[in-house]
């Protein structure tokens, strides 16, 4: 099964690099590390490494305090992370550039992945959430490097999908091999696919420990003093396609009530922000761009943050904070960076990659869910009309974040053991791909 996966990667990675390529026509920044996808790289110097994989700029986020714990734990050993999109990697850089050597992810080739561990040399591998890729795993087995699967998370839906597969997954899984799940249902459903019971463990989402700082506090109040303005303002972050529509339907609406009231749009994926404006332009609404307004014009209805790295300042920074995908059938995106901040969080029904989280937030206070564009709008005007209520909503959602804090700890427990062995030795030689 392996075998004709490889051949099916070895056909699938030229077509993935010419889209890549293609896409660095309109950005350059696409052509950035292009090498590395395919595992070059410079080798990374002294002793063996701690590699961190983020495959995008959410998990990079996530990984920040799991990054300042292991170079404050570790500060002797190099630290590799890599990334797989080119908004997670300016991330990467933005936040880690100082404390990391950061590449892209080669894609899953034997030849790639090769060379991408020979170069890196890690002591420990550590994938965010779920990223199984059955000759980067395979590679790790045949050179003795544990592989720890941090604030883990599996659909019902991917379970069968992997099951459907059959020895191509259920053959990743080694003996050092540990999975750290973020419920005891995600722990259950990696068991389902052949992940060691006694290797895999329950210790809650990394993303509570996030810890976004004074800094990032002072960017919003500096956004809001010196770029949106005194009006009434409502962020709606990390947006889909169909899902703009619907949020430019509530405010309009709100407007009705609220006429200087102002909707920041973030698109989730930075090649949309053109189709983005196209849209409002087509709605002959009056819009400002992030990267071309100086401030935001008093009569502006829409300001499209078009830049990368600042939603959480634009969260910090607004009234009340919209968390995008819930909408639109996506699964929802990252709900806790708001309510961390205090700002009372609104999202969709859709909440699939989080469902838990999106519950228990509801259900404390701390958001509020609605079903269609007349529940958000009939929601945005409630928060707007109650200075008192969105104290309440973003208290309630700053306590439930500040509650259930603790995953790194419980994490770095894991891992202490593992780092503690010898670094692994020379590999093993290739056996042939069956």
């Not at 983005?276 to 087509?282: A, D, F, G, K």
């Not at 838990?356 to 709008?377: M, N």
Request: with cysteine; glycine share 8%.
């Amino acid at each position: 099964m392996r075998r004709l996966y490889s051949c099916l990667t070895a056909v699938l990675a030229p077509l993935a690099f010419s889209a890549v390529l293609c896409r660095g026509l309109r950005d350059r920044r696409y052509w950035t590390g292009l090498l590395e996808r395919f595992g070059w790289g410079p080798p990374v110097g002294g002793s063996a490494s701690i590699w961190l994989h983020a495959v995008s700029l959410g998990e990079v986020t996530a990984a920040a305090a799991l990054v300042r714990a292991l170079r404050a734990r570790y500060p002797g050993s190099p630290f590799v992370l890599s990334t797989a999109t080119q908004t997670g990697r300016a991330r990467a850089q933005e936040l880690f550039a100082d404390q990391a050597d950061i590449r892209f992810l080669p894609y899953d080739t034997p030849g790639s992945v090769a060379r991408f561990l020979a170069r890196i040399r890690p002591r420990l591998a550590i994938i965010m959430e779920t990223e199984l890729w059955p000759n980067l795993l395979h590679e790790c087995r045949r050179r003795g490097v544990p592989v720890v699967f941090a604030s883990a998370r599996l659909t019902q839906r991917s379970v069968s999908r992997y099951r459907r597969f059959g020895t191509l997954f259920s053959g990743v899984w080694a003996s050092n091999t540990l999975v750290a799940a973020q419920t005891a249902e995600d722990a259950e459903r990696f068991i389902a696919i052949g992940a060691p019971r006694a290797g895999t463990h329950v210790i809650g989402n990394m993303k509570f420990d996030m810890q976004l700082g004074d800094a990032i506090i002072e960017q919003g109040r500096a956004l809001r003093l010196r770029y949106l303005g005194p009006r009434p303002v409502w962020v709606a972050g990390s947006t889909h396609a169909g899902e703009e529509e619907q949020l430019l339907e509530a405010h309009a609406a709100l407007l009705h009530e609220f006429a200087d009231a102002l909707l920041v749009l973030v698109p989730r994926h930075p090649q949309r922000f053109d189709s983005v404006s196209s849209l409002l332009t087509r709605n002959g609404i009056r819009f400002d761009r992030r990267s071309l307004a100086d401030a935001v014009r008093p009569d502006a209805q829409v300001l499209l943050a078009d830049t990368v790295g600042e939603l959480a300042a634009l969260y910090a920074a607004a009234d009340v904070a919209f968390v995008g995908g819930s909408l639109v059938p996506v699964g929802g995106h990252n709900l806790l960076e708001p309510a961390a901040l205090g700002v009372p969080v609104i999202t969709g029904p859709y909440n699939a990659n989080s469902k838990e989280i999106a519950r228990l937030l509801v259900e404390t206070g701390g958001a509020v869910e609605v079903e269609d564009v007349s529940a958000l709008s009939g929601a945005l005007g409630r928060l707007f009309a109650g200075p008192a209520l969105r104290e309440r909503v973003g208290a309630r959602g700053r306590e439930f974040v500040d509650a259930h804090r603790g995953s790194v700890e419980r994490l770095i427990d894991l891992i202490d053991p593992l780092l503690a062995a010898p670094a692994p030795g020379k590999p093993r030689p290739a056996a042939v791909i069956r």
